[in-house]
């Protein structure tokens, strides 16, 4: 397809409102949820329909995201505990693989975050192995503030977005 014929293309969808459409059909689209912490009352997102999913639909309560604490990346007692527990259900499910993504809240710059995100994920990924989780079935990456949790602007929002998800792949 031409450059001339693609313009044309949206800007007629552009015109008729179908650009969204347009996008993610050339694009792809993809949709995800994530977890959130278990009992936090703070939160206004519903725990129902978040979370990590296995490829049957299920989901897995085991790989709950684990939260820190503002510009810190060191695991907390209760953050140990559901390491411990993720480790547990890693060990007994050997042939799932997971990415561990680190993310942090809005405050700092995004290069700073970028680092404390990648130092987040990377803390889980060693307590993880010291456990016993092979690493070469862990992978980390940091997302920083780019994909935040809960778009507020509070501390109930940075607490949900101080945080490493479990992905699996």
């Known amino acids: ?13 552009c015109r008729s409102g179908f650009l969204v459409l347009l996008v993610s059909l050339l694009f792809g689209c993809s949709c995800r949820t994530r977890n959130v912490g278990p009992g936090d ?15 049957d639909g299920i989901q897995i309560p085991e790989l709950s995201d684990i939260y820190f604490n503002f510009d810190s990346y060191v695991l907390s007692g209760t ?70 949790l809960d778009p507020g602007h509070d501390e109930s929002a940075w607490s949900l977005n101080r945080r490493v998800h479990f992905d699996i792949n």
């Open 79 to 148: 953050a140990r505990q559901q390491a411990n527990t993720a480790a547990e259900w890693l060990q007994a499910n050997d042939h799932i693989n997971v990415v561990l993504e680190g993310h942090c809240d809005e405050r700092g710059t995004a290069e700073y975050n970028m680092v404390l995100g990648a130092n987040r994920a990377r803390s889980v990924y060693e307590h993880l192995r010291s456990l016993g989780v092979d690493s070469s079935r862990m992978s980390t990456v940091s997302y920083g503030e780019e994909l935040p």
């Open 41 to 55: 009352s703070n939160s206004n997102i519903s725990t129902a329909t978040s979370g990590v999913y296995g490829e």
């Open 1 to 13: 397809m031409t450059l001339i014929k693609s313009a044309t293309l949206i800007k007629s969808a």
